[in-house]
């Protein structure tokens, strides 16, 4: 088994895990936290409700809890794609799959979020890849329009809720790219 496919079953299997359960501890993990933890050789995070409660190396676990053993893996923080076309755009060479560009001169009142696909097949892959989070961002249209439209905020941790907020920024193109549209 390749070292992909290795990381890709740990993180299914961690993933039905803690879905069923409602404390999980991941131990002897490389945990980056790229904050004032900084990098923490073989620490230990308590999850507790789908919720970070503590990181450290001499945490005490909690009794019932699900332990995966994290040794020789690296746990980061989920990434934040901050512009994305994730689930908006199947395939980028059929006009027919790509529905973050508006095409009738909608302006700020195009809203890519009612063009989003939650089963997308790329949503899957950057999950894996660590993805947790986007903003949707909307495309101008060829026509000229500097307000492309409304973004959205997203999460692809949810199945139930993928959309956290509908109307997160009103995009518009600046600077050159925006003053050769407008002329």
Do not use: C, W
Not at 12 to 25: F, I, R
Not at 67 to 86: E, Q, R
Not at 118 to 127: D, E
Not at 160 to 176: I, K, Y
């Amino acid at each position: 088994m390749n070292k992909l496919n290795a990381i890709i079953m740990v993180l299914l299997l961690g993933a039905g895990v803690m879905a069923g359960a409602e404390t999980v501890v991941i131990k002897d993990a490389k945990v980056h936290s790229f904050g004032a933890l900084g990098t923490m050789p073989e620490a230990t995070i308590v999850i507790v409700d789908g919720e970070i409660t503590e990181i450290g190396r001499q945490i005490t676990v909690p009794d019932g809890a699900t332990v995966i053993d994290g040794a020789g893996k690296v746990v980061t923080p989920g990434v934040f794609d901050t512009a994305s076309s994730l689930g908006l755009a199947e395939v980028g060479a059929v006009d027919a799959t790509v529905d973050n560009e508006q095409t009738m001169g909608y302006g700020p009142a195009f809203r890519v979020v009612d063009g989003f696909n939650p089963r997308s097949v790329a949503i899957t892959v950057n999950r894996i890849e660590g993805v947790t989070r986007a903003l949707l961002v909307p495309q101008p249209d060829r026509e000229g329009h500097v307000l492309a439209g409304t973004a959205s905020v997203v999460n692809f941790g949810s199945t139930a809720a993928f959309v956290e907020r509908e109307q997160a920024a009103v995009v518009a193109m600046l600077g050159e790219a925006g003053a050769r549209m407008s002329g």
